[in-house]
């Protein structure tokens, strides 16, 4: 995109008007204007559009035109047109446009936009630095003793911060400044090292306007619906590419792709970074909520030094997130940017694509394993029937007997893991697949959604606020810790929002079927299978004996029951599980139900060979579902008395229509469903 200093008496409307624009274009170009009707001469807006070229810049005063600049300049009007594509019209420019001259690349740096009457020498003594090191930054200058006003310059010194800039007018001061755009003189003068003295600064200096942007994650399909390709999502893939590149350079870069993904998952804890994934527990949500903020923080800071991401993107960039609960099959393929093998330029790998996914043939997610009724209903924080699984402490240490992870992990989170396979199929390799990042950024939004629904409160146990503490590397590389009361509010803690967090309309629920308060007392096992069961990716059944309770529950109308909940216990398997099974339960007799009524929710395996591994304190994975539906509903039947029936039944990603046709080294291999162990099927009443 181009850019324009803004001058006295201009309007954002005007401008637009003027650069053949529209309004809501150049508004949405520049977020850090905040109120449109409020703009101030200097001020550096993007304009949407065509980019000039690479090279020297210049500021058109009153009275230009392109001849006469490129006179100016000694170069040819052709080389100058052919430099600003941004230029409609060679014959209409106007004072404020900055355009490309084409000659040597002036060096990084601070800039200043040359006033009438200066000289490099009186420039460099103004800025305290040298003739030589000035003219050795400006190579485009060719004759140090002839400059123009309106030439930008580089000034060698500390570069200013990322960020809105603006040109000091006559008579400016910071505090002036300041007190234009809602900022503070420390706060200016952090962004702008390259000001020594906060109480010197001169007319023309190109300074940073510090500002508070609040980041908002969009859903990657309302990007989507722009352009597949929408500055976002391009700026996402080439900041992928820049991690790609430092662990090419580099395989220890800590914030490199390597070893970001190693943060999730890798074959030993070499650190204190590494390996240090949470899964299965109550800090399964909030330790990825770090993940995430960190990483996109490291792809924010990546993308800065790439030349075809445009300013704006640069300023608001933040990690859309892949909304896939949805009844249009359409939203539950992967977005078309993670299919696409190359750039827009059709030349360029495209790093977003992997192969071995399952999806990239536009397979889709089983509705079924996106579904959030089960994931969103509890009303308990944590526990073995809690929204986010069972109180441990770090890595499982102390875990509460029986826990296991919370719904929202199980399904959509585990599930979509499996469904879309390949790296994402593995703890160790699922952080390599850059639609992870998107699909934890859903995870981490559908929690704001269950926190925003009525009765869902986070704990305010200790042990999950601060007893636990974990380790990061910042977009700077520097090491860092947080605790996870530093990251329960997105907005006012971590600087960001989600585009949409609004609870699904959930269907009509009969009040004695509503999702049960939680229990007093303890959990009794009524009954469980007296034998593993074996799921190889065909349908399954086990029957078992189930008793009345003996404990405190056997006098019923004292005590009646509020919650059942079935389990499946010390799963395992040495390899990835690379189907889910629906599950139901009935009461035996006849082929198995699996209608609705007895449908009880998704099992899905990710990560089980992790849990199987000898030195994994695991043993094995636990799923909980709740089943108290179901028993009043068997209840009042009258069907449920000695024996329960639970069936498995395994489900594949859906295949479209007409698959996307892939070269056969690149075409991905039928879902293999490997074989889960389940060590026991139990039911327990409250």
């Not at 599980?577 to 209608?595: F, H, I, N, S």
Request: net charge negative; glycine share 8%.
């Amino acid at each position: 995109m181009a850019e324009y200093i803004i001058h006295s008496g201009d309007t954002l409307s005007a401008i637009a008007h003027r650069l053949g624009v529209s309004l809501a274009g150049l508004e949405a170009a520049n977020p850090q204007i905040t109120d449109p009707n409020r703009i101030f001469p200097g001020q550096i807006v993007t304009v949407p559009g065509s980019a000039p070229a690479a090279g020297p810049k210049y500021v058109v005063h009153s009275g230009d035109s392109l001849s006469a600049i490129a006179t100016r300049f000694g170069v040819s009007l052709g080389a100058l047109k052919s430099a600003n594509p941004q230029i409609a019209n060679p014959n209409q420019i106007f004072p404020g446009q900055v355009i490309a001259i084409p000659g040597n690349l002036p060096a990084a740096g601070p800039q200043y936009v040359v006033q009438s009457g200066d000289t490099l020498t009186v420039i460099g003594t103004r800025f305290g630095v040298g003739l030589v090191p000035l003219e050795a930054a400006n190579p485009q200058i060719t004759d140090p003793n002839r400059i123009f006003p309106g030439q930008i310059v580089t000034v060698p010194g500390n570069a200013p911060a990322a960020g809105p800039r603006y040109v000091v007018q006559h008579g400016d001061t910071l505090t002036a400044i300041g007190t234009r755009f809602a900022a503070t003189v420390t706060e200016l003068a952090a962004a702008n090292p390259q000001i020594t003295n906060a109480n010197q600064i001169f007319t023309g200096q190109v300074i940073t306007i510090a500002t508070s942007i609040s980041y908002v994650r969009h859903n990657i399909w309302t990007l989507d619906e722009i352009d597949h390709w929408h500055p976002t999502i391009y700026a996402y893939a080439r900041g992928v590419q820049v991690l790609i590149d430092r662990t090419k350079a580099n395989q220890m870069d800590p914030i490199g792709w390597q070893y970001q993904s190693d943060i999730h998952g890798t074959t030993v804890n070499p650190d204190n970074f590494r390996n240090q994934c949470q899964h299965f527990c109550w800090f399964f949500l909030p330790w990825h909520r770090m993940y995430l903020e960190w990483f996109e923080r490291i792809i924010r800071s990546a993308i800065q030094d790439v030349d075809d991401v445009d300013d704006a993107t640069k300023l608001t960039w933040a990690l859309p997130y892949w909304n896939y609960s949805s009844d249009d099959a359409a939203r539950r393929r992967l977005p078309k940017a993670f299919l696409d093998l190359t750039l827009p330029d059709g030349v360029t790998p495209n790093p977003l694509w992997v192969a071995g996914r399952n999806l990239n043939d536009g397979s889709a997610l089983p509705q079924a394993d996106v579904d959030l009724t089960a994931a969103l209903a509890p009303t308990d924080f944590a526990g073995t029937n809690g929204f986010a699984g069972g109180r441990t402490g770090f890595s499982h240490a102390g875990e509460d007997p029986g826990s296991a992870m919370g719904p929202l992990e199980g399904t959509p989170h585990g599930a979509v893991h499996v469904d879309v396979g390949g790296l994402m199929g593995s703890f160790n390799t699922a952080a390599l697949d850059p639609i992870f990042w998107l699909h934890h950024a859903n995870i981490d939004r559908l929690w704001e959604v269950w926190r925003g629904m009525p009765g869902h409160v986070n704990t305010n146990e200790s042990a999950w606020l601060s007893g636990v503490t974990f380790h990061f590397h910042d977009e700077n590389a520097a090491t860092l810790t947080e605790t996870v009361q530093e990251v329960l509010d997105t907005a006012a803690q971590l600087n960001y929002s989600y585009e949409d967090t609004s609870a699904p309309v959930p269907a009509p629920v009969e009040a004695d079927m509503a999702f049960p308060p939680a229990p007093h007392g303890p959990p009794e096992l009524i009954g469980a299978s007296d034998s593993a069961v074996a799921l190889t990716g065909e349908p399954t059944s086990v029957t078992f004996d189930i008793a009345a309770p003996a404990g405190p529950l056997a006098a019923a109308a004292a005590n009646p029951v509020s919650r059942a909940s079935l389990r499946l216990e010390d799963v395992t398997s040495a390899a990835p599980v690379g189907v889910t099974y629906r599950v139901y339960l009935d009461a035996p007799g006849g082929a198995p139900a699996l209608d609705d009524a007895h449908y009880v929710g998704v099992a899905a395996f990710f990560g089980i060979e992790q849990t199987t591994a000898p030195d994994n304190e695991h043993g094995g994975m636990r799923l909980a579902f709740d089943i108290t539906r179901q028993y009043r509903q068997l209840t009042a039947e009258g069907r449920w008395n000695d024996q329960l029936s639970v069936t498995f039944v395994p489900q594949r990603v859906e295949p479209p229509a007409t698959p996307i046709e892939l070269p056969g080294e690149l075409a991905s291999a039928p879902q293999q469903p490997g074989t889960a162990r389940v060590g026991r099927v139990s039911v327990f009443l409250q």
